[in-house]
Antibody, heavy 123, light 107 residues
Framework: QVTLRESGPALVKPTQTLTLTCTFSGFSLSTSGMCIGWIRQPPGKALEWLARIDWDDEKYSSTSVKSRLTISRDTSKNQVVLEMTNADPSDTATYFC???????????????WGQGTTVTVSA | EIVLTQSPGTLSVSLGERVTLSCRAGQTVSSTSLAWYQQKPGQAPRLLIYGTSTRATGIPDRFSGSGSGTDFTLTISRLEPEDFAVYFCQHYAYSSYTFGQGTKLEV
């Protein structure tokens, strides 16, 4: 069974660095075709894709936040970490991690999601 | 970046009704790269449809997707109580993902 779980601080002050961790099970990020993406959702608003990391350590980020994001992985711990610098109140959102399996029919969609973690950016 | 526009924003519907949700892309997109998700309050999105018309694992056959070019549709043939939720379309191209703003189904 594939599961993902996000963790991180519930409250971050403006200008601080927000660090979120996605811990997953049921698959390996070393397996060809496996990727993990981060998506956020401000309260009552739409989903916004942020970043993706692949089985071969290729990384992709949204142009809107690219300069502030770092995505990394620890395959031994089955974890992916997202760092966002210079946090702003507009970054207040629920952050989801989700799997992408580029070797499946669902290759261009997020087929399994974590439950999300809510982050508030406020002084 | 491709913009996806969903309409309507909110749809008032009744149990047993047939419902059609629209997702329009700002330019022609590949039908293999269009997906739909369902999200209930306080929950993560769930993949319903990928490749425009293929149901994801475990999705009931009352959900169907269609479309091509710039216009895509999610149809629910007979609304069940558990279908009241927000529905998002999503597109993938050039290692980037975009979502529509969502359509909320309410009683």
């Amino acid at each position: 069974q594939v599961t993902l779980r996000e963790s991180g601080p519930a409250l971050v002050k403006p200008t601080q660095t927000l660090t979120l961790t996605c811990t997953f099970s049921g698959f390996s990020l070393s397996t060809s075709g496996m990727c993990i993406g981060w998506i956020r959702q401000p309260p009552g608003k739409a989903l916004e894709w942020l970043a993706r990391i692949d089985w071969d350590d290729e990384k992709y980020s949204s142009t809107s936040v690219k300069s502030r994001l770092t995505i990394s992985r620890d395959t031994s711990k089955n974890q992916v970490v997202l760092e966002m610098t210079n946090a702003d109140p507009s970054d207040t959102a629920t952050y989801f991690c989700a799997r992408i399996n580029t070797h499946a029919g669902t290759w261009n969609a997020f087929d399994v999601w974590g439950q999300g973690t809510t982050v508030t950016v406020s002084a | 970046e491709i913009v996806l526009t969903q309409s309507p924003g909110t749809l008032s519907v009744s149990l047993g009704e047939r419902v059609t949700l629209s997702c329009r892309a700002g330019q022609t997109v590949s039908s293999t790269s269009l997906a739909w998700y369902q999200q209930k309050p306080g929950q993560a999105p769930r993949l319903l449809i990928y490749g425009t018309s293929t149901r994801a694992t475990g999705i009931p056959d009352r959900f169907s997707g269609s479309g091509s070019g710039t216009d895509f549709t999610l149809t629910i043939s007979r609304l069940e109580p558990e279908d009241f939720a927000v529905y998002f379309c999503q597109h993938y191209a050039y290692s980037s993902y975009t979502f529509g703003q969502g359509t909320k189904l309410e009683v």
